[in-house]
Every structure is written in structure tokens, then in C-alpha cells.
């Protein structure tokens, strides 16, 4: 059973920075891909982010790429974004989300991971 339960989420200036976590077990985190998605009421859900089983490889969307960071908190056994430079475009809910194949071909799409949070969300506004 793998459960990912998502924080961090908040209302900030645009500029800001913030850290979203997604708590999940050790098994899980050292097993599965695990990626950040976020979607917006009526469009479909986007790639932001993803950090590999193996290797610990990550990729990143072109609109988030030099200002998100997506990592593994051994200690805390947490996946984490941090972003900086918030812009009101990255409003969202924020999904976390984790598959345990590797096909570097669909790591971006949504439908290569059957497991997701609840989401938490992320407001970037003045």
C-alpha cells in the first residue's frame, strides 16, 4: 500500500519561496519514481518535477527548470519541492505522485503513476 500525504502548501507574494513535502514510507521512497504534478480547476495535470528510483536522476518542466529543486529527505523519508522565485503562474494544486516502473519515455505524463496524494495547495499572489 503506498500512501503519500502532501504539506507546505500556502498563500505567498510573488518572489517568494516555499517547500512542499510529501511524506511516504522508507520502502517507497527508495523503490518508486516520484514525481510532482499540479493542475489547475478545468486543465489537465502537469508535469513539474521527478527524481528517479535509480540513480537519483531528476527532471524538470521548462517552466520550472532553475527555480524548483525536487529531492529525497532520507531522514524524514519525504519527497520534497523547493521552489523559489514564485510567480503567480505556478498557482495550483500541487499532487505528488509515484510508480514503481522506470520508462523514462512517460515520466512526465500523469498516467505512468498510479499512486497520488491529495495535494496541497500553492498561491502565489500579492
Known amino acids: 500500500q503506498v500512501q503519500l500525504v502532501e504539506s507546505g502548501g500556502g498563500l505567498v507574494q510573488p518572489g517568494a519561496s516555499l517547500r512542499l513535502s510529501c511524506a511516504a514510507s522508507?520502502?517507497?521512497?527508495?523503490?518508486?519514481?516520484m514525481a510532482w504534478f499540479r493542475q489547475n480547476v478545468g486543465k489537465e495535470r502537469e508535469f513539474v518535477a521527478a527524481?528517479?528510483?535509480?540513480?537519483?536522476?531528476?527532471y524538470y518542466s521548462d517552466s520550472v527548470k532553475g527555480r524548483f529543486t525536487v529531492s529525497k529527505d532520507r531522514a524524514k523519508n519525504t519527497l520534497d519541492l523547493q521552489m523559489i522565485g514564485l510567480k503567480p503562474e505556478d498557482t495550483s494544486i500541487y499532487y505528488c505522485?509515484?510508480?514503481?516502473?522506470?520508462?523514462?519515455?512517460?515520466?512526465?505524463?500523469?498516467?505512468?503513476?498510479?499512486?497520488w496524494g491529495q495535494g496541497t495547495q500553492v498561491t502565489v499572489s500579492v
Open positions: 505522485a509515484a510508480t514503481n516502473t522506470e520508462i523514462l519515455s512517460s515520466i512526465r505524463f500523469a498516467s505512468a503513476y498510479p499512486h
Open positions: 522508507e520502502p517507497t521512497l527508495r523503490r518508486y519514481t
Open positions: 527524481i528517479r528510483r535509480n540513480g537519483g536522476y531528476t
